[in-house]
Each structure stands twice: as structure tokens, then as C-alpha cells.
């Protein structure tokens, strides 16, 4: 940000950048913008040295049905194609916290519900189009919900640095667990993933 004049945030998305700034109150801030930017030469996101972090899922949602029909397989194995899927954030967004994870096959693509759900409780492993995403905290939302997370809190933390636990560029994987023992289990960690503006896609 210090290199652009007037801009006070960089947003990516899956396919653009949103720049937010004061560049139309400072004077030539526009002409000096366009210039840096042209001149900028955007290398492909680094991958190494990002450990994978691991979301323990319990594979029960509303739309498990669905989409099971959707990929013509029964719910099993849906859990089984999804948790054995590769995912990467590609970008952040929605809410603080929310990660659009890429990875899933054309084939195993689904469209939005058809009707929105008013109340999504935060945890919700949900699916739509391309995208994978875990809800942060309960919202409005037209995804088909696949499972949920035990411990949503660990995917915002203000206190933390970075305080979103997916950031862009980080390798999740979606891990398979019983009802029964997901209280017991261990908040999700961020290991050594450093924030990277960048999006994968």
C-alpha cells in the first residue's frame, strides 16, 4: 500500500483487485496510480512453505442429499469426494473470516440453492459453483450445506496474526469426523501461513 499513492486497501477477488483509496482528493494521485501499475509485474503466488491446515468436518448437512444426487453418488460418498479433494484459498471475502476455497472438480460443481437460507449457523461446510467455504459466524446464505465444522470460532480471531485462519494461498484439507467426537477435538491452527494478498485463481 505504501507504494500506491491514495490507496488504503487492496481486496482480491477470484478474478480482479479492488483498490479502495482517496486518489480523485489528491492531486495527479490518479496519473501517478495508473503509471505504478503499469509498470507492475504480477508473479504467480508462491506455494511453498504453507502447511495445510486441516478442518475437521462432520459430514451431516441439509444439503448432503442434494448434492449427493447432483454428483450421482450416494452421501457417503460425497464425504469421501470432498474430504479427498486438494483445496487452496483463492480469495477472502463475505464475512471476516470467510475463505472461497478452490479445488473440486468441474464434475462435483453445484449451483446455489434455489431459495436462501435466512440463518446459515456459523461452521456450515457449504458448496456453490467452483467454491468450497466454511460460514465464520451465522449469516444469510444460498449454499448447499455439506457439514459443519465443530469449532467455528478458530476461523476469526482478532487476536491472532493473521486473525483469518484461511488466508489466500493456503492448502486446506477437509478431514471426515464422527458426531460424537468432534467436541473433543483440537481447534484447527494456521501453522506457519503467512497472509498473502494475492488470489490463487
Do not use: N
Not at 29 to 36: F, I, K, N, P, Y
Not at 60 to 70: C, I, T
Not at 119 to 148: C, D, N
Amino acid at each position: 500500500r505504501g507504494e500506491l499513492p491514495a490507496v488504503r486497501d487492496i481486496v482480491p477477488a477470484a478474478r480482479t483487485v479492488l483498490l479502495d483509496g482517496i486518489a480523485e482528493r489528491v492531486p495527479g494521485a490518479r496519473d501517478r496510480l495508473a503509471r505504478e501499475l503499469g509498470s507492475w509485474r504480477v508473479e504467480p503466488l508462491r506455494r511453498e512453505g504453507r502447511e495445510a491446515v486441516e478442518v475437521p468436518v462432520v459430514y451431516d448437512g441439509p444439503d448432503l442429499g442434494e448434492v449427493a444426487a447432483l454428483w450421482g453418488v450416494g452421501a457417503d460418498e460425497v464425504a469421501a469426494l470432498h474430504s479427498r479433494t486438494a483445496f487452496r484459498v483463492a480469495f477472502c471475502g463475505f464475512a471476516p473470516g470467510f475463505g472461497y476455497l478452490t479445488g473440486l472438480p468441474e464434475r462435483l460443481h453445484v449451483p446455489r440453492r434455489t431459495t436462501p437460507r435466512t440463518r446459515v449457523p456459523a461452521g456450515a461446510v457449504a458448496l456453490a459453483g467452483p467454491y468450497t467455504g466454511v460460514y465464520p459466524r451465522p449469516s444469510p446464505g444460498g449454499w448447499q450445506i455439506v457439514g459443519r465444522m465443530p469449532d467455528p470460532g478458530a476461523l476469526w480471531d482478532p487476536g491472532r496474526e493473521p486473525a483469518a485462519l484461511l488466508v489466500p494461498g493456503t492448502p486446506v484439507r477437509f478431514v471426515p469426523v464422527d458426531a460424537g467426537k468432534a467436541a473433543a477435538l483440537p481447534a484447527p491452527r494456521a501453522g506457519d501461513c503467512q497472509a498473502d494478498s494475492r488470489a490463487d485463481t
